[in-house]
């Protein structure tokens, strides 16, 4: 397990694949594609994507908006504030991706930490412990879980 960071934003972007599903910025042609924004993950397949529209305040921390998901991926934005931490956890049965847009952070990826800023990906593949801590500006990301299930967290309990 380790810490995958790719340049996105650069002219010849390398190819990111997760379980199947490629991403990038900029549109993905398939049959079965998830956008937020100018970011893309899709793959071959048909698959209904549901419409969410959906935010919740994160306490202190920031907001997330779930944007959309099928029964192949979810796809959402990710707001924290300045110093907002992100404890350690995993997701046993899912793959997240973290495309971070704007501010900078360290992400602690199975006990290794690494600085990351706007253009950069970071993968964490399924079980592994991962945290993160925003630096002093606001962070900015879109999310993804492969296959979706974790971001049932983010939804007020009943």
């Not at 650069?10 to 199947?20: I, N, R, S, T």
């Not at 899709?42 to 202190?60: D, R």
Request: glycine content about 12%; hydrophobic content about 40%; some cysteine.
């Amino acid at each position: 397990m380790r810490l995958l960071c790719v340049l996105l934003a650069a002219p010849a972007a390398p190819l990111v694949m997760v379980d199947g599903l490629q991403l990038r910025i900029g549109a993905v042609k398939a049959d079965c594609v998830h956008a937020v924004g100018d970011v893309s993950l899709g793959g071959a397949g048909k698959c209904k994507i549901t419409k969410l529209n959906e935010k919740y305040p994160l306490g202190t921390m920031g907001e997330v908006e779930l944007v959309e998901k099928s029964d192949r991926a979810y796809a959402g934005r990710l707001s924290l504030n300045a110093g907002a931490e992100v404890k350690p956890h995993q997701h046993d049965t899912s793959v997240e991706v973290v495309v971070m847009l704007s501010g900078r952070g360290t992400f602690t990826l199975d006990g290794k930490a690494r600085e990351v800023g706007p253009g950069e990906t970071v993968v964490v593949p399924k079980g592994t412990l991962h945290a993160f801590v925003a630096g002093p500006e606001p962070v900015k990301v879109v999310q993804f879980y492969v296959p979706p299930g974790p971001e049932e967290r983010f939804r007020p309990k009943p």
